[in-house]
């Protein structure tokens, strides 16, 4: 299995191999390299984040933490849904199957955790039907009885799918991971989908008038159940997202159904959601944008959805583009440019955020409108996304004082990073040489701009060369590019040596700028 570590690879093929950067969560229709960057928009922060090395950190520490217990609400709302998203993002981008061993961990330890009996003395005997699962009872409304919540078994399976697609589709993992992948969704189908299947029903009809049940957070789960039209968006989409992952995997020649009547199920409930979905859709002609509500036939049908949720809503469209329902390109730019023009607040020196996406303005916005790392999704159709992104988190989030969310935006970043970080740093500027005794000290200035001329970003360190000719050749004198623009070489006052600097990034494995100029020891 691969590990963290990067094998050094010359300037020409990097720059060869940055051009095949994988398409990333089934995004399609990659932008065109006038896209990326613009020098009309300089970044405003400091560049100097491993978004990658930030989410490492953070997983050693906190990754396996919450994966202990058996509430739904934990596994499906907590940080091991984030983690599990980021699991699988991460070896998506870099092909690192530590990834996928961690993925396979957690989602070892969510399946063991299902039960048919719930963990609690007190809870409604309709609970116990003969699927297992995941229940909670966290929310007040319904305690002490535990409940088992539609959005809840969408958002714990739908990775877990996802993690079967990913290994059915590539032979290379089938020796690894194929038995893990076909238990999987055995049990998916056994245990979640069938408990579902057999309690179906889009829309009851239920109105505040002939159902007493129809109000504040009733009818979300399975015995009490409204439809998921009647759930707020990010509810019933989350369900909607694991639903179009199986209408894909039923197309394949692995898939061996549980019950006859899945597949035109997968086929018809994922168009229809998504459909749904795309109905609710205000466009912004001005700003080419969209908003949406949280839930227009919910207990809140004015309330707009909040950059928190939306990360959910978004995972739904891009399941839409990769299976061509309801979703296209278009749609993508335009949820892009509600970040841009409706969320963000348009400064990199100073940047802000709405909490709601369409919404006025709101107490909110300081303490949360940062929670959007969803919108991270859709970088690859504005920069501008990662790039405010990046100089909020830079100057105003601790990583790892913080739980799962802001550690998948870490991620997220480290993603976007790899896909737009392109060009490599400029060439280090102004190089002086001095003698120190018997050592030679060696100074410079950072690169004012990213070897294409725009804008620097992603300015990781340096890597010095030296040579006994000014023509080289020139062998580096460290292996790990250094955070300073200062180095020793100890010991080289007594010979003559020629040294020159190049500048890297933080994509893996890094972009080496062209070297500076040459100065001589004295």
Do not use: C
């Amino acid at each position: 299995m691969a590990g963290f570590g990067r094998t050094p690879i010359s300037l020409p093929l990097r720059l060869f191999l940055s051009a095949l950067v994988p398409v990333v969560l089934g995004w399609t229709d990659a932008p065109a390299e006038s896209e990326k960057k613009s020098p009309a928009v300089p970044f405003g922060g400091p560049t100097s984040t491993d978004w990658y090395g930030a989410f490492v950190t953070w997983d050693e520490t906190y990754g396996d933490r919450y994966l202990d217990g058996r509430d739904g609400g934990s596994f499906a709302w907590g940080p091991s849904a984030y983690v599990q998203r980021m699991y699988l993002n991460l070896y998506q981008t870099f092909g690192e199957t530590v990834w996928l061993d961690k993925l396979v961990r957690h989602i070892d330890r969510i399946l063991t955790a299902r039960s048919d009996l719930p963990p609690y003395e007190v809870y409604d005997p309709r609970y116990v039907d003969g699927y297992g699962g995941w229940g909670q009872n966290r929310y007040s409304q319904y305690r002490p009885e535990y409940t088992e919540w539609f959005s809840d078994d969408g958002l714990i399976v739908s990775p877990i799918l996802a993690f079967v697609e990913l290994v059915w589709e590539d032979p290379t993992l089938h020796a690894a991971y194929r038995a893990k992948a076909d238990e999987y969704l055995r049990v998916v189908e056994e245990d979640v989908i069938a408990k579902w299947y057999a309690n179906w029903a889009p829309d009851p009809g239920w109105t505040a008038d002939d159902s007493s049940r129809y109000g504040e957070d009733a009818g979300y789960h399975l015995y009490e159940w409204s439809g998921w039209k009647r759930q707020p968006l990010n509810m019933y989409l989350s369900f909607a997202d694991a639903l179009v992952t199986l209408r894909r995997l039923s197309r394949s020649s692995y898939y061996k159904p549980h019950k006859a009547g899945f597949v035109p199920f997968y086929a018809d409930q994922s168009e229809r959601m998504l459909r749904y979905f795309h109905d609710q859709l205000l466009y912004d002609s001005e700003a080419e944008a969209y908003t949406w509500k949280y839930g227009p036939e919910s207990h809140w049908p004015h309330l707009m959805e909040d950059v928190g949720h939306a990360f959910i809503d978004i995972q739904a469209a891009l399941q839409g583009v990769r299976s061509g329902l309801s979703f296209a390109r278009k749609d993508l730019d335009r949820m892009a440019n509600t970040f841009v023009h409706h969320v963000w607040n348009g400064s990199l020196e100073e940047p802000a955020f709405r909490y709601y996406i369409g919404g006025p303005a709101s107490k909110l916005d300081a303490e949360r409108g940062w929670s959007g790392w969803g919108f991270l999704y859709l970088a690859r159709y504005d920069y501008r996304i990662w790039e405010s992104m990046a100089a909020y988190f830079e100057k105003e989030i601790s990583i790892q004082a913080w739980p799962a969310h802001v550690a998948a935006t870490a991620a997220m970043l480290g993603i976007a990073t790899q896909d737009y970080d392109r060009w490599p740093p400029g060439a280090p500027l102004h190089l002086e040489v001095a003698r120190d005794g018997q050592d030679v000290q060696v100074s410079w200035r950072r690169p004012e701009t990213d070897a294409d001329g725009t804008a620097l970003t992603g300015l990781k360190g340096y890597i010095v060369y030296r040579a006994t000719a000014t023509e080289g050749p020139f062998a580096p004198l460290n292996e790990t590019p250094l955070d300073t623009t200062r180095y020793v070489d100890p010991g080289a006052a007594s010979g003559s040596f020629h040294y020159r600097i190049t500048a890297v990034d933080y994509r893996r494995p890094s972009n080496e700028g062209p070297p500076s100029a040459v100065v001589s020891t004295p």
